[in-house]
């Protein structure tokens, strides 16, 4: 902090100083004018010192406006010499909170009402989750392997439907019980069986899915060796993040080497997926043992070493799996929400390129001069850059859309693909067109399909976040070119390009084309009214 005595001291010096820095410019103007008397006559001098003042203003402005410019971006923007610091999320719930915030700001952006509404909901959903207090445990499985049954012996009462016919549980149903020294209450959650044949068995199939995306713990319930198509279902769920206990039920119908030699061959399967001391045997509903002259011995469910592995992981790592299922949540709605927001750019994106196409396929057609040069139209395509970054939120200077334009506008020409155009539409086109309309119209309608492989080539840059990608601009243009020269695309680009450029150009007044000739018919109405010799 500068005292107050102090800062007086030094505003008298700077004062001062600037009276000295005065004094000495009048004292040059006073000698200029004094030397250029003895050159010049008097009524010139005045003229002559105003331009050598006004030249030397703006000599000033040209050097110091441009300094003064990016010395104001600099005052703005941050010092970008240093990487800016991402400050990290202090733990899950905060960076499912931020999750949440980017798919607001995604919501924001979408104009489909009913997607939006449906991507609002799940996000509604996930928000609830967020907040919830109980674990959910999802019972998963194949048709009849157990899961009702071990619900129904995990509660200790009667729930459910159990019987041996596939596909008993028709709709996901929730449970919920208390678990001794667990803080949370906890939700056991039956799903359809999978891998069930017909439309319902799938559709079966898909809810039990979503159910067992949605849950913190996963319960896989077997009755033997896991099948190639159960396998790839619990490997598919487990690439996701979740937590598996893979439960191999009924083992009131194995011996005891037998089932010890099936787990070893579920563990060793499982490998990686699921954990060892997360393979554990039970037996939901064992099947009752007959006794002669009396009624039949009706076991008791053992699932003993299920309970304490169960009460062992969710004590452990209960808050984890919740806040882990909750980020997973959270970012599989994020992608969802900017995969939905990339295809609504992407056709907002289509549709300019389509309306620029036809604007350069008109400019072209509508040039009088022979041989116009078609990547004339860089114009056209610096503006359609413009617009598409707009569609895709990006802020773009117009130096930075005429250099992208110019540098595609040389690819295309690089590539040869210029002529390639104008041999394609040439071919397409001249057949069926006057020889006075072909050349204008093969111009246009070439430079039309550039400006479309063009805006193709941009489209991919964006999406890419304004990148090229590993083969840069050139693979961007090659690809777009082999994409619009297929024979289902470009069929349809030549049909409108014929109501674009060729019938505009059969209208015009001033352009008027002579009418195709006629086929002659001998002694016909064709000589009839023709003047004698």
Partial sequence: ????????????????????????ILQAVRSLLWDLSYLLPGWLLTPVLLLAVGLILALGIQIGWPWWQSWQRRKQRPDQTTEPQIQVPSDRREAATRSLDSIDRVLEQLQDDITREGL??????????????????????????????????????MVGEVAAAMGSTQHSRTYRLKLRGLQRGLQLVDTPGILEAGDAGYTREETARRVAVRSDLLLVVVDGDLRASEFGVLQSIADLGKRLLLVL???????????????????????????????????????????PGGQPLQPAPDVVELLQRLAAVLHADGEELIADNILLQCRRLDEQGRQLLNRQRRREAQRCVDRYSWISGGVVAATPLPGVDLLGTAAVNAQMVMEMAGVYGVELSRDRARELALSVGRTLATLGLVKGAMSLIGTALSLSLPTLLAGRAIQGVAAAWLTRIAGFSFI??????????????????????ELNRRDASLRSFLEMAVRQVVEPL????????????????????????????
């Fill in 506 to 533: 059969q209208r015009r007044p001033d352009r008027k084309l002579p009418p195709r000739p006629e086929p002659r018919e001998e002694g016909g109405a064709s000589d009839r009214g023709r003047p004698g010799p």
């Fill in 1 to 24: 902090m500068i005292p107050p005595r102090s800062r007086l001291l030094i505003g008298l010096a700077a004062g001062l100083l600037a009276l000295v820095v005065i004094g000495a």
């Fill in 460 to 481: 991919r840059y964006f999406e890419q976040d304004q990148d090229w990608g590993d083969g840069g601009v050139q693979d961007a243009v090659r690809q777009a070119f």
């Fill in 120 to 157: 609002r909901r799940e996000r509604q959903r996930v928000a609830e989750d967020l907040t919830r207090g109980d674990l959910v445990v999802a019972v998963f499985g194949s048709g009849s392997s157990g899961k009702t049954s071990l619900i129904r012996a995990l509660l200790q009462e």
């Fill in 249 to 291: 039920n009924k083992r009131d119908l194995r011996g005891v080497e037998e089932e010890r030699r099936l787990l070893e061959v579920l563990r060793h399967r499982c490998r990686g997926l699921v954990e060892e001391l997360d393979v554990i045997a039970c037996s939901a509903s064992p099947q009752s043992i007959p006794r």
